[in-house]
């Protein structure tokens, strides 16, 4: 039955359900009186919404504390293994698959490194299934008790009614790659576990916001650094963020040549690909077939050599050039969305990391205007190389968090009867 404000008995206790278990998730344990004033509910409602979540195995006790003149008060936590999780971050350099717990413990890990340039979809469905079996094989695991499948790839993900999360990955060639879709025909998972697929800037961000240095702020942009460079704006109107191709920006017209196509984005100056190129294109060397992340490591190793080692000047000024482009391309999002923190991740942002911020801020500064920059902070994100998996496996989980910790079951063949929906929708909760 619908109250007046629309909302259904059940939508009422899924809400109960998903306050308690999110209080819990985050600042637990905590005892059944903390969690009145923690979520707004009444005793009684705080009691059957525990009762409930203990009989289905999500919650459990963590001990007991003294109470002032009364009996120790009984404190709950999120049972870590009600649940599980898998990440996957189909990155540049590598496809990672990760498994967690309910509480995000990492319970086994599988890397598949990636060639330069190869990202041919039948290798990437392939890395994704062989490492989601080996990861719940590793653990004993059994796939019924998955949550659900978060992957953060490179591109643009549409959702559509026919393929689900479709990938529009220019700067990858791929070109409406129905990704999900590949993976239910690929993947011996149950029917019920469903996929979350995104922006890998978004995952990453999606993290730092829970988890990370973007803990506490109301609006945030999180920077995905690598071979190409990405964003995800998080705003109280868009909560669970927003990835943006800020990495396709123009920043100078008729520029370099992108990988996306384009000519002068701020990726063919600011990511990881371009600014290796440009070393390379002045005489650095590097071994042939050196991957990025190697590569990267050298540069800075001939940038910023040892105490009493000449630097590298080819490779000092292509790195402070990147630097200015970085902090230039960080001034347009302070100008456009104003926020209060800036967090830089990715690979590439975690190998450059304190000895690069610096001169990025300092051009960042610069660069945008003096009010909003004077509000503004930017940080090195803090989760490490990690972040994009963990995002991706809190999209399963905050799915299932939105869900009052129930799991999706199978689609009915046809509406529910009617007297069951009423039925369901007066109980008590």
Not at 342 to 367: D, E, K, N
Request: overall charge negative; charged content about 25%.
């Amino acid at each position: 039955m619908a109250g007046r404000n629309g909302r259904t008995v059940r939508d009422l206790r899924r809400a109960n359900r998903t306050a308690v278990l999110q209080r819990l998730y985050f600042d637990g344990p905590l005892s059944r009186f903390e969690l009145g004033p923690a979520t707004g509910l009444s005793s009684g409602s705080v009691s059957n919404v525990v009762a409930d979540l203990i009989a289905d195995g999500l919650v459990e006790e963590a001990g007991s504390v003294d109470s002032d003149g009364g009996r120790p008060r009984t404190l709950l936590r999120v049972a870590p293994g009600s649940g599980h999780m898998i990440g996957v971050d189909v990155g540049e350099t590598r496809v990672r698959v990760e498994l967690f717990d309910l509480t995000l413990t990492e319970l086994a890990r599988v890397e598949r490194p990636l060639a330069k340039q190869r990202y041919e979809v039948e290798v990437i469905v392939g890395h994704i299934r062989d490492g989601v079996d080996e990861v719940l094989a590793a653990a004993g695991i059994d796939p019924e008790q998955l949550l659900g499948v978060g992957i953060g790839v490179p591109g643009i993900v549409e959702r559509t009614p026919e393929h689900g999360a479709v990938v529009h990955g220019q700067t990858i060639g791929w070109d409406a790659v129905p990704l999900e879709s590949l993976l239910r025909s690929t993947c011996q998972l149950p029917d019920a576990v469903p996929y979350f697929i995104d922006n890998g800037a978004k995952t990453l961000g999606q993290a730092e916001m829970w988890f990370g240095g973007g803990r506490g702020a109301r609006n945030a942009i999180v920077v995905l650094f690598g071979s190409g460079v990405g964003a995800c704006l998080v705003t109280p109107e868009v909560e669970h963020g927003r990835a943006v191709e800020w990495g396709h920006l123009t920043v100078r017209v008729r520029g370099r040549r992108c990988r996306c196509g384009a000519l002068g984005c701020l990726e063919a100056y600011a990511g990881a690909e371009s600014l290796l190129d440009r070393w390379r294109d002045e005489g650095g060397r590097l071994p042939e077939g050196t991957d990025e992340e190697t590569a990267m490591t050298a540069m800075l190793a001939a940038a910023y050599p040892p105490e009493g080692t000449a630097a590298d000047p080819v490779a000092l000024a292509v790195l402070e050039e990147t630097a200015e482009y970085l902090g230039a391309g960080l001034s347009d999002l302070i100008n456009l969305f104003q926020p209060e923190r800036i967090l830089i991740g990715g690979w590439a942002g975690l190998q450059l990391g304190s000895r690069f911020l610096p001169a990025v801020r300092r051009h960042a500064m610069s660069y945008a205007l003096r009010y909003p920059a004077d509000k503004v902070t930017v940080e090195l994100g803090l989760l490490g190389p990690d972040a994009v998996t963990v995002g991706a496996a809190i999209l399963p989980l905050a799915d299932f968090f939105a869900r009052g910790g129930r799991r999706v079951e199978p689609e009915p063949e046809g509406p529910a009867p009617a007297w069951r929906t009423a039925l369901e929708d007066r109980a008590p909760h």
